[in-house]
C-alpha cells in the first residue's frame, strides 16, 4: 500500500501561483511515476503532469509553460509549481502514484485549487 497526501491547494486570483504538494509513504519503489491530474465540475479527470522517479517530464497542452512538476525522491515528494493561474484551472487535484513494472496504483485524496477572475 501507498499513501498519499496532499496539501497547499486554495483560492488564488487569476495571474496567481500555487505550490501543491504530495508526500508519499508506505511501500514505495525505486523504479514509478508521479504525476497530477485534475478534475472540475462535470468534467473528465485529465492528466496534468507526470514525472518518473528518474525525472524525466511531461506536462498537458494547457499547462505547459505555466506549471512545473518536480519531486524529492529523498523525501518522496512530489510538487507542482502553478503559476499564471486561470480560472479554467480551478478543479480537484489529486496525485496519482503508478509502480513500475507493476503498474499497481494509487490516488490521493484530492486538493481544492479554484483560480477568480
Known amino acids: 500500500q501507498v499513501q498519499l497526501v496532499e496539501s497547499g491547494g486554495g483560492l488564488v486570483q487569476s495571474g496567481g501561483s500555487l505550490r501543491l504538494s504530495c508526500a508519499a509513504s508506505g511501500s514505495i519503489v525505486s523504479s514509478n511515476v508521479m504525476d497530477w491530474f485534475r478534475q472540475a465540475p462535470g468534467k473528465q479527470r485529465e492528466s496534468v503532469a507526470a514525472?518518473?522517479?528518474?525525472?524525466?517530464?511531461n506536462y498537458a497542452d494547457s499547462v505547459q509553460g505555466r506549471f512545473t512538476i518536480s519531486r524529492d525522491n529523498a523525501k518522496n515528494t512530489v510538487y507542482l509549481q502553478m503559476n499564471s493561474l486561470k480560472p479554467e484551472d480551478t478543479a480537484v487535484y489529486y496525485c496519482?502514484?503508478?509502480?513500475?513494472?507493476?503498474?499497481?496504483?494509487?490516488w490521493g485524496q484530492g486538493t481544492q485549487v479554484t483560480v477568480s477572475s
Open positions: 514525472i518518473t522517479s528518474g525525472g524525466l517530464r
Open positions: 496519482h502514484y503508478r509502480a513500475r513494472p507493476s503498474g499497481y496504483e494509487y
